[in-house]
């Protein structure tokens, strides 16, 4: 069963901290995203990345950073946390080429940033 | 700009009644058009991909067609497992980005 994992469901963390959060899926995929998710909003791209070491902004990348050193793993790292940045975080990944299709997500981490 | 828009934002259904549910873009040129099922405190699983104008796809109790300006979600005689938040988002050919809808929360009761 082809699986996206975040590495925390729940997270809680004080303004100003820096909070890493991991993705790591096991399809092989070459594509690799991340989004927040708020009520009202949708779902909305701030990363994503083509390939390991590849990374290109979405629509909102300001106050986060991303890192992809291997394939199977694409991490989202807020340098400094602040309340505005409270959300629901959810990773996704696709297989190769400009036509995403279907894009598999991971269950989302709730970050709550005090 | 390109965007989406879902109608309506909430749906309330008796068991066996049967709705639609709406997506509309404005997109230049459109590679695919996208659906999605979102249950609560999970992440969207997937359901279809339209490519064209005239386009059907079904699953289930699950119809999706495709216009030049919208997506219908029709959902024939729905069971209350159905309910969910659909979501839809759209591809263009202008960037290599999907745009998702708010999305539209569906409650079918028994």
């Known amino acids: 069963d082809v699986k996206v994992t975040q590495s925390s469901r729940y997270l809680v963390k004080r303004t100003g901290e820096k909070v890493f959060l991991e993705c790591v899926q096991d399809m092989d995929h070459e594509n690799m995203f991340w989004y927040r998710q708020d009520p009202g909003l949708g779902l909305r791209l701030i990363y994503f990345?083509?390939?390991?070491?590849?990374?290109e902004k979405g629509d909102i990348p300001e106050g986060y950073s991303v890192s992809r050193e291997k394939k199977e793993r694409f991490s989202l790292i807020l340098e400094s946390a602040s309340t505005n940045q409270t959300s629901m975080y959810l990773c996704?990944?696709?297989?190769?080429?400009?036509?995403?299709?279907?894009?598999?997500f991971g269950p989302g981490t709730r970050l709550t940033v005090l | 700009e390109d965007q989406v828009t879902q109608s309506p934002e909430a749906l309330r259904l008796q068991e066996g009644e049967s709705s639609s549910l709406n997506c509309s873009y404005t997109?230049?040129?459109?590679?695919?058009l996208f659906w999605y099922r979102q249950d609560p405190g999970k992440g969207p699983e997937f359901l279809f991909t339209l490519y064209s104008a005239g386009e059907e796809k079904e699953k289930e109790r699950l119809k999706a067609t495709l216009t030049k300006k919208e997506s219908f979600l029709h959902i024939t005689a729905p069971k209350p497992e159905d309910s969910a938040t659909y979501l839809c988002?759209?591809?263009?050919?202008?960037?290599?980005?999907?745009?998702f809808g708010p999305g539209t929360s569906l409650s079918v009761i028994p």
């Open positions: 990345s083509y390939d390991v070491k590849m990374k």
């Open positions: 988002a759209v591809q263009g050919f202008s960037y290599d980005k999907v745009i």
């Open positions: 996704a990944s696709s297989p190769p080429g400009i036509s995403y299709n279907e894009q598999f």
């Open positions: 997109v230049s040129g459109l590679r695919g």
